[in-house]
């Protein structure tokens, strides 16, 4: 089980005095770019020893949130907690990171930035609900600015049909174009997730856009159908930081505050089914409580509650929906509520795992996941940076074994990770498995708290906008 854990190569410490926002790694320079709410930009290069030393420190006009480097340009780009991106040019080797231009693109802290290497399109979205594209020739011209109803945390872009992707803090996915320089919605927001957008994925060469959510949540988009299907995954008990798909695995990797989980996507997947609502238990066709006005037309009384099942969406009756069960093929890989109808076809499914889960917590900003070296970087709160080898869980997700039994998740793993990942008991960052997969939680549905979005919007106040 040890094997199975993400290995420590390298880290970064003791120079930031502050939380690292974002950390980019460049393994043919053998060189980590981070940057931190202290204001610093360290570009640090590996030594003979295998450490990772800065080279290069410059101090930003403000606390930096977000980083993106261009390899085509040399250029790094720096989104600040003032609303402003600076761009830097980065020398060949390494030594040197003169700043060249300042894009005044937002009025809030810069959440998100992607460069269109083509058409020399700088997209950046930004907690004051802003979406901007500038153009890095002209001086940073900004072009467009698209204002959005909440908060924007994530995005993407499709180059080929110049699509963007914005997630924000309600939960939607905004859909925008571009056409003559200007945004422009193309369809109304994607709706599905009940807490805010924590990360996005666009995978261009099948379509599909993953999102990952506070609710816990993982959904696949699956915009190349064209028929707006949608498949959920649920494994995660806290929210969902990173996603990535490696396409000659067919392999989705989520990280979240909890667990590093692999999603086998090589099998056929059944698409999630809409919820339905109503006054009465579609199987029973006992009234729910609300249904007081029915209730009086015959003579009766009800205190049954809505709930759903999770393979067929009916609106049930608790009494009506006693099984529980996981659903692999449907994304349930925890067990959830199955109604009465559909109970039987679920026993005489195939019930095989199609995720795995691998222990990892700590008190992280952000995981950027480097495909070429299956490596991921961690920005720790702490200031340090963790890089990462995943190729231990890539190899255990490529066997046949099952996932993570519950008694080994708290008890082996504990100590395991504290000692490769973290060993600095002195901060306690350790990346340590916290997490009981044996316990439940007293109501195992969404739909059984009255006032979910409010309970939701009260656990963000970690967020920093």
């Known amino acids: 089980m040890t094997s199975a854990l993400p290995k420590l190569i390298a880290q970064v410490r003791d120079h930031h005095h502050g939380s690292c926002a974002d950390t980019i790694y460049l393994p043919q320079k053998k060189a980590i770019i981070t940057g931190s709410l202290d204001k610093q930009i ?5 030594r003979d020893t295998g450490q990772y030393w800065p080279s290069v420190s410059v101090d930003a006009p403000a606390a930096v949130t977000c980083l993106h480097h261009n390899p085509s340009t040399s250029s790094l780009f720096v989104g600040l907690a003032s609303g402003t991106i600076q761009e830097y ?40 609900n802003s979406v901007t594209l500038s153009s890095t020739v002209n001086n940073g011209k900004r072009l467009s600015s698209l204002s959005l109803t909440a908060s924007c945390l994530q995005m993407q872009y499709d180059e080929s049909s110049q699509t963007v992707f914005v997630g924000d803090f309600h939960g939607d996915i905004n859909v925008l174009g571009i056409k003559e320089n200007k945004f422009f ?9 009940q ?3 924590q990360s996005l994925l666009w995978v261009p060469q099948k379509r599909w856009l993953f999102s990952g959510s506070f609710d816990k949540r993982v959904i696949l988009w699956d915009i190349g159908g064209k028929n707006g299907d949608t498949y959920e995954l649920h494994a995660h008990t806290m929210k969902v930081r990173s996603l990535t798909y490696i396409d000659r695995l067919d392999i989705l990797i989520s990280i979240g505050d909890d667990l590093i989980i692999t999603w086998d996507f090589s099998k056929e997947r059944e698409v999630s089914p809409e919820w339905n609502d109503g006054d009465k238990c579609e199987i029973c066709e006992k009234l729910f409580f609300w249904s007081v006005k029915e209730m009086w037309a015959r003579k009766t009384f009800s205190v049954k509650r809505q709930h759903h099942c999770r393979r067929c969406g009916k609106a049930v009756c608790d009494e009506c929906s006693s099984f529980r069960s996981t659903y692999p093929i449907m994304g349930f890989e925890n067990s959830v509520r199955i109604c009465d109808a559909c109970k039987k076809d679920v026993q005489d499914s195939n019930l095989t795992p199609l995720a795995k889960r691998f222990p990892f917590t700590g008190r992280f900003e ?13 920005s720790l709160k702490s200031g340090d940076v ?30 395991t990770t504290a000692s490769t990942v973290e060993e600095n008991d002195r901060s306690k960052q350790t ?15 969404e739909d059984d708290d009255d006032d979910i979005f409010a309970a939701i919007d009260n656990a963000e106040d970690d967020l920093k906008f």
């Open 431 to 445: 990346l340590t498995a916290i997490v009981d997969m044996t316990t439940k939680s007293a109501s195992d549905d």
């Open 386 to 415: 963790k890089l990462l080898s995943m190729r231990p869980v890539l190899d255990h997700s490529k066997q046949g074994s099952s996932s993570l039994s519950p008694t080994t998740t708290t008890s082996t793993t504990t100590a």
């Open 185 to 193: 919605k193309k369809t109304d927001p994607l709706q599905g997730h």
């Open 42 to 46: 360290l570009i640090c290069l590996r």
């Open 89 to 128: 040019d980065l020398s060949e080797d390494m030594n040197s990171l003169t700043a060249t231009k300042s894009f005044p693109a937002h009025q809030g802290r810069v959440n998100e930035i992607l460069f269109d290497p083509e058409r020399n399109f700088l997209l950046s979205c930004a907690a004051d």
């Open 366 to 378: 952000r995981v950027r996941y480097h495909l070429d070296t299956d490596t991921i970087l961690v």
């Open 195 to 197: 807490g805010s957008i």
